[in-house]
C-alpha cells in the first residue's frame, strides 16, 4: 500500500543493508514486458480494496484450479482460471491470504486457507477457512489473536520435516507474529510461537516450505531472510535493498516459485514503478525485473499489492506455472487481478 508520507531511515539501517547486499546486486537491466492472459472480474468495493491471492492447483483437473483473494473492506473471493467469481465470502477486512492444500480438517482432509484480519484496527488477528474444491464455498473456523495492532501481511508455512503448520502475521509497524495452527480437531488450536520486529512498515512475506526461510518486505527499506523456525529468534539476513532501481518502494508482495530441493526463483512488487523483480533462491543473484502490459483485451496491472505464483501445469493457457498479481487501477472498473503465463516471464527474462 502506498503511504505518501517519506520516511527517514537510520543511517546504520542503510549501512547495514548496503553491505549486505551489494554482493547480490547486478548492473540495472531493461525492464522487459510480459502480456497478461486473462483477468478477474471487479472486487465490488471500491478504491483501494482488492490486494492478495492464494492459488489452489487441481493435479488432477488442471483447469479446475483456483484463486482466493481479498477484497480487504469486506471479505474473500473464489475465482475460476477463466476469471469468474467462483463464491464469496463476507469475512470482513481480511487484507492478505494464502492456502494450503492437504490439510487435515476436523479429521477429513481438506484445503486451509487462512488471512490477515484487520475488522479490529487495535486487535489484528487471524481468520481461519476451509476450501471445498468442488463447490468453490469457504467455511469459516474462527479468528484468533495475533498480538499485532493492525495485521497487514500475511503468509503460511508447512515445515518439511513433520507438516507442522504455522503463519506469519505482519503487522502495520513491522512487528511479525509467528502462529502454530492445528486444525486437525473439532476446534482450531492457534498459538502465537514467536515475534521479531522490523523498523517500519512492512507487508509483503513469503515463506520457502523446502527450506525453512521465511522472506519480509519492509516497504521502504527491502528484502529481509529470517529462519521460519519457530525456535529462529530474532536474527535476519538483508536479502535486497530498495534501491530505486531494479526495487522502487514500496516495496509490496513477495512469492517463490520453486524449483528443486532448494532453487527457483523470489518475485517481490516493485510498486512505486509498477514492475516486478525476481532474484535467485539458491544464490540470491538479481535475474531482472518486468512489467505486466495489455494484451487482447485485457489491460496491464499497476501499483501492485499482492502477487502469487504457482508451479506446474495449469492448462494451455498456463502450462508452465500460473502468476497472479493485483492491479491497482482497473479503470473505469474497480480493482481487481490479473493472470498471466510464469513460461512468457522466464522466457522474456532468460531464466532458463
Same mark, same amino acid.
Given at each position: %500500500?502506498?503511504?505518501?508520507?517519506?520516511?527517514?531511515?537510520?543511517?546504520?539501517?542503510?549501512?547495514?543493508?548496503?553491505?549486505?547486499?551489494?554482493?547480490?546486486?547486478?548492473?540495472?537491466?531493461?525492464? /522487459?514486458?510480459?502480456?497478461?492472459?486473462?483477468?478477474?472480474?471487479?472486487?465490488?468495493?471500491?478504491?483501494?480494496?482488492?490486494?492478495?491471492?492464494?492459488?489452489?492447483?487441481? +493435479?488432477?483437473?488442471?483447469?479446475?484450479?483456483?484463486?482466493?483473494?481479498?477484497?480487504?473492506?469486506?471479505?474473500?473471493? /473464489?475465482?475460476?482460471?477463466?476469471? !469468474?467469481?467462483?463464491?464469496?465470502?463476507?469475512?470482513?477486512? /481480511?487484507?492478505?491470504?494464502?492456502?494450503?492444500?492437504?490439510?487435515?480438517?476436523?479429521?477429513?482432509?481438506?484445503?486451509?486457507?487462512?488471512?490477515?484480519?484487520?475488522?479490529?484496527?487495535?486487535?489484528?488477528?487471524?481468520?481461519?477457512?476451509?476450501?471445498?474444491?468442488?463447490?468453490?464455498?469457504?467455511?469459516?473456523?474462527?479468528?484468533?489473536?495475533?498480538?499485532?495492532?493492525?495485521?497487514? =501481511?500475511?503468509?503460511?508455512?508447512?515445515?518439511?520435516?513433520?507438516?507442522?503448520?504455522?503463519?506469519?502475521?505482519?503487522?502495520?509497524?513491522?512487528?511479525?507474529?509467528?502462529?502454530?495452527?492445528?486444525?486437525?480437531?473439532?476446534?482450531?488450536?492457534?498459538?502465537?510461537?514467536?515475534? %521479531?520486529?522490523?523498523?517500519?512498515?512492512?507487508?509483503?512475506?513469503?515463506?520457502?516450505?523446502?527450506?525453512?526461510?521465511?522472506?519480509?518486505?519492509?516497504?521502504?527499506?527491502?528484502?529481509?531472510?529470517?529462519? +521460519?523456525?519457530?525456535?529462529?529468534?530474532?536474527?535476519?539476513?538483508?536479502?535486497?535493498?530498495?534501491?530505486?532501481?531494479?526495487?522502487?518502494?514500496?516495496?509490496?508482495?513477495?512469492?517463490?516459485?520453486?524449483?528443486?530441493?532448494? *532453487? =527457483?526463483?523470489?518475485?517481490?512488487?516493485?510498486? =512505486?514503478?509498477?514492475?516486478?523483480?525476481?532474484?535467485?533462491?539458491?544464490?540470491?543473484?538479481?535475474?531482472?525485473?518486468?512489467?505486466?502490459?495489455?494484451? =487482447?483485451?485485457?489491460? *496491464?496491472?499497476?501499483?501492485?499489492?499482492?502477487?502469487?505464483?504457482?508451479?506446474?501445469?495449469?492448462?494451455?493457457?498456463?502450462?508452465?506455472?500460473?502468476?497472479?498479481?493485483?492491479?491497482?487501477?482497473?479503470?473505469?472498473?474497480?480493482?481487481?487481478? !490479473?493472470?498471466?503465463?510464469?513460461?512468457?516471464?522466464?522466457?522474456?527474462?532468460?531464466?532458463?
Amino acid at each position: %500500500m502506498r503511504i505518501p508520507t517519506a520516511r527517514i531511515l537510520a543511517p546504520t539501517l542503510l549501512a547495514l543493508l548496503t553491505a549486505a547486499c551489494a554482493t547480490r546486486q547486478a548492473p540495472p537491466s531493461a525492464t /522487459v514486458s510480459v502480456p497478461a492472459v486473462r483477468e478477474t472480474a471487479a472486487v465490488d468495493s471500491l478504491r483501494d480494496a482488492a490486494d492478495d491471492p492464494a492459488i489452489w492447483r487441481d +493435479a488432477r483437473r488442471p483447469e479446475r484450479s483456483l484463486i482466493v483473494a481479498t477484497d480487504k473492506q469486506d471479505g474473500l473471493y /473464489v475465482y475460476g482460471l477463466d476469471g !469468474k467469481i467462483r463464491g464469496f465470502l463476507r469475512a470482513g477486512r /481480511v487484507n492478505n491470504v494464502d492456502l494450503r492444500g492437504d490439510v487435515v480438517i476436523n479429521g477429513a482432509p481438506s484445503v486451509l486457507v487462512a488471512a490477515s484480519d484487520r475488522t479490529e484496527r487495535t486487535d489484528g488477528k487471524i481468520a481461519l477457512f476451509a476450501l471445498n474444491t468442488e463447490t468453490a464455498a469457504l467455511t469459516a473456523l474462527g479468528r484468533f489473536p495475533a498480538q499485532v495492532t493492525e495485521a497487514y =501481511g500475511f503468509c503460511l508455512y508447512r515445515r518439511a520435516a513433520d507438516r507442522a503448520l504455522f503463519a506469519f502475521v505482519v503487522g502495520k509497524d513491522g512487528t511479525i507474529s509467528q502462529l502454530s495452527i492445528d486444525v486437525a480437531g473439532p476446534t482450531p488450536k492457534v498459538a502465537v510461537v514467536r515475534q %521479531m520486529k522490523l523498523a517500519t512498515q512492512s507487508e509483503g512475506c513469503v515463506a520457502d516450505d523446502r527450506t525453512g526461510q521465511l522472506y519480509v518486505a519492509e516497504e521502504d527499506v527491502g528484502l529481509w531472510r529470517f529462519s +521460519a523456525a519457530p525456535d529462529g529468534g530474532d536474527g535476519r539476513e538483508a536479502f535486497f535493498k530498495v534501491d530505486g532501481q531494479r526495487l522502487v518502494a514500496d516495496a509490496e508482495g513477495l512469492a517463490i516459485l520453486p524449483r528443486g530441493r532448494d *532453487g =527457483g526463483y523470489l518475485v517481490a512488487s516493485s510498486q =512505486g514503478d509498477s514492475a516486478y523483480a525476481v532474484w535467485n533462491l539458491r544464490d540470491g543473484a538479481y535475474r531482472g525485473r518486468f512489467r505486466i502490459v495489455a494484451s =487482447g483485451g485485457v489491460d *496491464g496491472t499497476s501499483d501492485t499489492d499482492g502477487i502469487e505464483i504457482a508451479a506446474g501445469d495449469f492448462g494451455p493457457d498456463f502450462p508452465g506455472g500460473l502468476m497472479v498479481a493485483q492491479d491497482g487501477d482497473n479503470s473505469p472498473q474497480a480493482q481487481n487481478f !490479473k493472470l498471466l503465463s510464469w513460461r512468457a516471464v522466464e522466457k522474456a527474462l532468460d531464466l532458463r
